[in-house]
């Protein structure tokens, strides 16, 4: 069951060859057998996640049952989920117990899917490595002394040891997609404003974005029906039409155009990473596809400019948390000044102190102009720059990292290498366009290599469709690690 797609699952279900609750119990087992070592949940709870699954298996038997219902998903600890503990990774929330239900969370509830609890993540989804968490970093899978990637690392993680059916998770700068590639599994970041926000605790709101993380597109598709759609407790969500994401993915790829920008195959590209990501493409040229050289000159401004513009919105986004209204409090203090100083100063890790820094910084009067309109001023450069790549090709392609996963600490004392991570990935949050990570190998290292597929404005569902028809012609998704009981 545990190698099963959300398909084979859901059939397993509805022909009772399996329960929700013994499907719920495997891998909660699962997770007390390995989550200690890997420590990709921060948050489990047996009893309310079997007494979800209790309720699937009467919707199962009364023939109510819906694609995803009676599957244990895991949810990325940045959601709120009412009666769960939701941290977001910081001694600033540990004791948060969330009073209400985060969008994504009433969607999955409505579908029937099981929570099988709250993964660990980058403190406030600030890090590339998952080793910002004030509780502890995620091992990887592959290799336990490597980073899954962040800051949806917790997810990624499950995902791929089989702790989980699928998992969720959010994407500001490529915190979907890189630890994706870097744990070997697929991931999507749809179009800026198809899933809603609400609920789901903000970094950099005008980046911030949800979205699935499971073994293939095919499995994406089915999360991303469940996810996505209007909420009109989020001024950032969408009017748009319900659609099927899953409803192009048998259509075959002859004519396809792909777009390879000469800035992701530039200096700072592992050649180990190339090389998988230019196997790809030539499978794709089998498959009927035809190749576009196309240029995306204002890229290489992508990560001055998020470090600029996230920053700024996380300075603004944090500063509710003060010790007074809820989160943590320092225990000592003279008087009310003293009390914001030490509850933030204790209260926050060194990465979420140093942007909200930054981003104080530049808001600041006589630095605003310098800094944070100019970036904004070169954002809409770089969505340009897509806008005129998608008059030549209909979908672009690259690596998704510039390497495969690093040691864990080695980039710790250098933030700006560790920012780095994110250059393949970042350009697209600012043009909010969807992007997806796919399994394209192996490094020479034997770590997992990712493809980054990039669409138009709502063209999951094409994206879907090229990324199940790789899925089709390779097995790449198929493997797992082999060295954590598989």
């Not at 008059?391 to 290498?417: H, R, W, Y």
Request: proline share 5%; hydrophobic share 40%; with cysteine.
């Amino acid at each position: 069951m545990l190698n099963s797609s959300l398909k084979q699952l859901g059939a397993a279900l509805r022909a009772k060859k399996i329960s929700s609750i013994e499907l719920t119990q495997l891998y909660l087992d699962r997770i007390a057998a390995l989550n200690p070592a890997l420590n990709a949940y921060i948050t489990t709870s047996a009893e309310t996640s079997l007494a979800q699954a209790r309720q699937a298996d009467a919707l199962l038997t009364g023939g109510k049952a819906q694609p995803l219902t009676g599957i244990p998903i895991a949810q990325k600890d940045i959601f709120c989920a009412k009666g769960w503990r939701t941290t977001c990774g910081s001694k600033m929330l540990e004791n948060f117990i969330a009073p209400y239900d985060a969008h994504v969370i009433t969607q999955f509830n409505n579908a029937g899917a099981v929570n099988l609890g709250k993964t660990n993540m980058d403190e406030f989804a600030m890090g590339s490595s998952n080793e910002t968490s004030y509780f502890g970093a995620v091992k990887n899978p592959w290799d336990q002394n490597a980073v899954p990637g962040g800051s949806s690392g917790g997810a990624a993680c499950a995902v791929a040891a089989r702790l989980c059916a699928a998992a969720t998770g959010t994407d500001t700068g490529g915190s979907i997609r890189q630890p994706a590639a870097l744990c070997g599994i697929s991931g999507i970041k749809p179009t800026y404003g198809t899933v809603s926000r609400y609920g789901m605790i903000a970094f950099a709101s005008s980046l911030d974005q949800a979205g699935p993380m499971a073994r293939s597109a095919e499995d994406l598709a089915l999360l991303l029906n469940v996810m996505t759609g209007f909420d009109e407790r989020d001024s950032t969500s969408l009017q748009r039409d319900k659609e099927d994401y899953a409803r192009d993915l048998s259509k075959p790829l002859a004519g396809l155009r792909i777009g390879l920008p000469k800035e992701f195959f530039a200096a700072g590209l592992a050649q180990d990473v190339a090389n998988c990501v230019n196997a790809a493409i030539a499978e794709y040229k089998k498959l009927g596809a035809t190749i576009v050289d196309i240029s995306l000159p204002n890229s290489r401004l992508a990560v001055p400019v998020y470090y600029v513009l996230a920053p700024a919105e996380a300075s603004s986004n944090l500063s509710r948390y003060d010790g007074v209204r809820y989160g943590y409090r320092a225990p000592e203090y003279g008087d009310l000044t003293e009390m914001y100083e030490k509850s933030r100063a204790q209260g926050f890790g060194a990465e979420v102190k140093r942007r909200i820094m930054i981003g104080t910084y530049v808001l600041s009067h006589g630095y605003y102009d310098a800094y944070y309109l100019q970036a904004q001023k070169i954002r809409r450069l770089i969505a340009q720059d897509f806008a005129d790549a998608f008059k030549q090709c209909d979908v672009i392609m690259g690596p998704t990292s510039p390497s495969t996963a690093f040691n864990l600490g080695e980039k710790g004392d250098d933030p700006v290498q560790m920012y780095l991570s994110d250059i393949y990935t970042i350009a697209v949050n600012l043009a909010g366009l969807p992007g997806m990570s796919i399994p394209a190998g192996f490094g020479s290292n034997g770590r997992p290599v990712g493809l980054q597929i990039i669409g138009n404005y709502f063209a999951e569902a094409r994206m879907l469709n090229v990324a199940h028809q790789y899925q089709l012609a390779t097995d790449h998704h198929d493997h797992a690690p082999q060295d954590i009981g598989m």
